[in-house]
């Protein structure tokens, strides 16, 4: 069975007061919504509408109880409005769009930094459910210029693009994860179970027997078709001998319906998830004024009709979770948003024809997808679907083979399924540093992806254009390790050997240095990057020079993954120093050596040298014997070590340096003055 479509959310208003018999528009098998609409001649009716208050007018959070009873009695106005409202709507139900939203919880713990941010406040985000149809356009104006009211706008619909299938296009199995090297991928890492991405969709049938397990947090709905496949694509079990495999392999599963409250979904996933999955963009639902103003020449025939639209609780609750370190992935969008619209063959009304802006995929730090697919074996953008500015990357979304919501596989169509692949590979970048923030992680999947399809469509000298962004994304470009530094030499520098090398990747954190003085190496430092030159001062290089040390540089990036080894630099010595000019050797017993300089701002160096092969920690504390912090810690080669440390952030006085190793303890004063 093939399927084809993107998954939009969309907006919907209300026209005028009480209609008889209005007409009910029944959604085709791809849309849901988060009430129902009307059509009744001109206008468009509706159950729902959404309202923020600027302030809390709402005392009780009892939804049984009538609005009347819950709205503070001093706000005279919205409770005259919506008394006046009822007359025609019939009983009105206050429920809060965000159930856990709360204006004294305000201060959240990014999940990627550890530091507190402030989010926006939408505890005062509700819907407006009526028993009877109204005009949401009248409803709306008797609400907007009230004092009490910040805004109000049409509740949500959610769209599934359908595409047409295209005989050019092939079933070849999971091509997307050959596309992306998956295979590559997972032999560096296939993520964990502490890592879990939000999909805000329809619910999953976690039921399925390769999605069973999967489940980390859900509101157990289980409605419709497209979450399922969604799901697939994010994260299926993988390695069990049964069905599919999934680029998020190991990475858990969260998801909430969005039917309800799309704003609700996005806040569940961002408080649980460390990514959000949306594969649908936002739109406005046409009036017949809206029609007439753009001098569409059907206006009748196109009421209901979408065009794409930013909501501001939309972007507010997408914009807390990036502010939460959440990593937001959603689809570009695929053909016009009324390519299921009964209108006429004439185009002249569609506000939605492509290129348009798809929201939430637009929104400042949220990576946006497009799609690619296989035109006889060569991947290509394809053509007949979304583009536009806001596209950072693409990734497969044509032809792809996921769990089927009744059991069993399908293929699919659509950047609905573009974006969870994008969404997997955020985690398994996560999976290896849990602390890289979003723009972290949206330059690891942008700076490895992969420019195909150039000749049809050049990227600028940025690399980037707006169909494929910066790329297909790559899995395996992106968690593999850095690249060995190149060049290592070294130049003579007062006595002491310098040594230089050439800088590697943009998302190089530090070198490690590792030097053999003849009874195997040892990593003596660590060099943070950008810096790519180390003076050991160890050696002392003379006039005569019968030793020799060899030296080699590793790279260790964001991720924590480490290079392989630089090509072996043999540098001739005379000697070890200890200080001054005094040559020595490596002394019998574990030493801590004075740092310098001492008194120090904000930097200063420490040394230690250890006789044979055994455990080190080395951890500085204040004068009243409390911990600070461990400096360096692990097993160590015999050799000298010496380490940069940095106390900008500590205030002036007199700290203590503890080496432990074995049963021997040794400490130096150190003393900071600012």
């Not at 596209?391 to 083979?401: E, K, R, Y």
């Not at 230690?608 to 014997?625: D, R, T, W």
Request: hydrophobic share 35%.
């Amino acid at each position: 069975m093939k399927r084809s479509l993107c998954f939009i959310v969309l907006f919907s208003f209300v026209l005028t007061g009480a209609i008889a018999q209005p007409k009910k528009i029944v959604n085709p098998s791809n849309v849901v919504s988060e009430a129902n609409f009307y059509i009744d001649g001109t206008e468009l009716l509706s159950d729902a509408i959404v309202v923020k208050f600027k302030e809390k007018i709402v005392t009780s959070n009892d939804e049984t109880k009538p609005f009347s009873q819950r709205i503070d009695g001093k706000f005279t106005n919205t409770l005259s409005a919506l008394k006046e409202i009822e007359k025609k709507a019939g009983k009105i139900k206050l429920v809060k769009s965000i159930k856990n939203a709360d204006p004294n919880d305000l201060v959240r713990i990014n999940k990627r930094t550890g530091k507190p941010v402030t989010i926006k406040d939408l505890s005062q985000v509700y819907h407006l459910r009526f028993d009877n149809p109204v005009s949401v356009t009248e409803v709306i104006n008797q609400l907007k210029n009230l004092p009490e009211v910040e805004y109000v706008h049409q509740a949500i619909t959610a769209v599934y693009n359908y595409t047409p299938n295209d005989p050019k296009f092939t079933n070849p199995g999971q091509w997307n994860l050959t596309a992306v090297q998956a295979s590559d991928a997972w032999n560096i890492t296939t993520g964990n179970f502490s890592i879990s991405i939000g999909l805000a969709d329809q619910g999953v049938n976690y039921n399925h027997e390769d999605l069973n397990g999967k489940k980390n947090r859900s509101d157990d709905a289980i409605t419709g078709l497209h979450g399922t496949w969604v799901a697939g694509v994010a994260g299926v079990k993988t390695n069990n001998s049964t069905g599919i495999a999934g680029l998020g392999f190991n990475i858990k599963l969260n998801s909430y319906n969005v039917d309800n409250s799309i704003v609700d979904a996005i806040d569940m996933c961002a408080r649980y998830s460390d990514i959000i999955n949306m594969s649908f963009g936002t739109a406005y639902q046409m009036t017949y004024e809206d029609l007439v103003e753009i001098g569409c020449p059907y206006p009748l025939k196109w009421v209901g009709s979408l065009k794409p639209y930013n909501y501001f609780d939309v972007e507010a609750s997408v914009a807390n979770a990036i502010s939460e370190g959440v990593i937001c992935v959603a689809s570009a969008g695929n053909l016009s948003m009324n390519n299921w619209w009964p209108g006429p063959d004439a185009e002249e009304c569609d506000c939605s024809k492509i290129p348009f802006i798809a929201w939430p995929g637009a929104y400042s730090g949220v990576i946006g997808v497009s799609a690619t697919g296989l035109n006889q074996g060569v991947e290509q953008f394809v053509d007949v679907w979304n583009f536009g500015s806001f596209v950072d990357v693409t990734a497969p979304g044509f032809n792809i083979l996921t769990t089927e919501y009744y059991g069993g596989y399908e293929y699919v169509d659509g950047t609905s399924f573009s974006a969870p692949l994008t969404a997997a590979l955020s985690g398994l970048l996560l999976s290896l540093n849990s602390s890289l923030t979003v723009q972290q992680v949206t330059d690891y999947i942008t700076k490895s992806a992969d420019k195909i399809d150039a000749t049809r469509y050049p990227y600028n000298g940025s690399g980037w254009n707006q169909y494929l962004g910066y790329g297909r994304i790559n899995a395996y470009k992106a968690v593999q390790p850095p690249s060995a530094p190149q060049n290592l030499s070294y130049t003579n520098v007062s006595g002491h050997p310098r040594l230089s090398w050439s800088a590697t990747e943009w998302d190089t954190k530090l070198y490690e240095i590792w030097r053999d003085l003849g009874s195997g190496y040892g990593k003596i430092a660590e060099v943070n990057a950008p810096t790519t030159t180390y003076d050991d001062y160890d050696l002392v290089i003379s006039g005569s020079n019968p030793y020799s040390a060899w030296y080699y540089v590793k790279a260790k990036d964001l991720t924590n993954l480490t290079s392989s080894a630089s090509s072996s630099l043999r540098v001739r010595y005379f000697g070890l120093q200890k200080e001054g000019l005094e040559v020595v050797q490596i002394p019998s017993t574990p030493t801590l050596y004075q740092n310098y300089p001492n008194p120090f701002n904000p930097t200063t160096t420490i040394k230690y040298a250890v006789p044979e092969e055994q455990f080190v920690s080395i951890k500085l504390f204040n004068g009243l014997g409390q911990e600070i912090t461990t400096i360096a810690e692990g097993m160590k080669q015999p050799g000298f070590y010496q380490l940069n440390y940095d106390a900008s952030k500590l205030s002036s006085g007199i700290y203590f340096c503890r080496m432990t190793t074995g049963n021997k303890v040794l400490t130096q004063k150190l003393l900071l003055q600012k």
